[in-house]
């Protein structure tokens, strides 16, 4: 994906953050999906901030790059497109994503070299109007209703979440540890399967030779479910073999 | 959604937490996506703990009805599929799911009555491979490769997040403020339209006949995609009378 060297990502804009502990733990949650620059407006404690260095666990990089601005207007000057996060509606007429769709929107302006920002308000508060005025759409997550307010990394976590999830080609669902999952061949399941019904066979296991068709159909669905690798079936013709020896009751004879 | 009141909801394990802290901030970040039961395993500090509390931010209601176990076989006794979030693969032939599908196959059990967990490791190390071993499939997100360690409560978040979302219903993007959004009737626009090219006339702004046409279509395309509300043509058009009228210079004649 040659876009995602070239296209510009979202700078974060944090206004009037309180805490460097947040402060960090923001940079930590962009660097988590790939997000690096962030702008502080009026940080309430100066910057730059040691607290926020303890909490950036190895996203200090992100830390050294922030600038610092006066007001919201000069932080997003040399911006394009830039959404407003808030928990709550404002009453604005203004269009209102989800996370999700912004990220959309983010990449296919980062694909157009459109240079967006995200703002976020301070933790007790959220953006004042005069802040979400200055931004083309407001983010509302889709939360429950009864309990929205996100801790201010948690959101900045969410809208970088869905950034790099936008571009994300990982299989939803695939099998771990590939080299020792290779399925079975279907020769080797036979050959469990004809182990475990002939010993089944010589110890009575069922009873009625009517059911016999039935309970051993039963048996070799069970072990197809299990979709057991090469080496599993191996080792299940090992477990079986090592069952019929008899028990080895140690000690010497006497 | 009747299935959502009915239908047991993930519960969230926490093995071997270690701050207070973190485990308050995961209250929070599971009762904003809805989830409220909560189990600990061998809690570092103990439970209950004072500095949870302070970081619930209003989860306490979470918090109260943890409960606390020895070890990991007892806190997923009761559940029928458990998944383990893990940062980094384990060499387990096991299913890897990332958070939006292991959100979307525990609603589908969730819709069956299966009682389903997630479980979260402690914040230095994860969780340990016996744990992993106990989980159906591992669940983990896709991240910058470069820096993919989470916060505790951010994990949780993903998983929480992505479960709301597996069965929210938002509008991706709407607008906001929809009272006052009634897109202008077209012969309001049209008034407006008709008041501006007559000021323009009166003013002589097209200089040659020639471009007249295509001016005032452009004109009009801006105006369209302006998008006003009913309300907006209105303030629009009183703007442009007001436009019309001489400069008030203030003052009494002298």
Redesign the interface.
Known sequence: MSESNAAPHPVVILIGAQMGENIG?CA??M????LTEMRLVRPRDGWPNPAAEAMA???VSVLNGVTVFDDTPSAVADLQRVYATTAR??????????P??AA?ELRQQAGQGVRTGILFGPENAGLNNDDVALAD??VT????PG?????L??AV??LA?EW??AR?T????????AE??IPARKETLEALFRRLSGMLDARGYVRSEDLKETTMRNLRNLLLRIDP?EQ?ARTLIGVLASLERPVDTGGAAD
Chains 1, 2 share one sequence.
């Open positions: 733990a930590r949650a660097l988590n999906c790939g666990a190895g996203a509606p404002r009453g604005m007429v203004k269009p209102v994503v989800t999700r769709q959309v759409a407001i997550a889709p939360l429950n309990f929205t307010s996100l801790n990394a948690q976590l969410l979440y790099f999830q994300d990982t299989a939803p669902r695939a099998l771990g540890g020792e999952a690798s599993d």
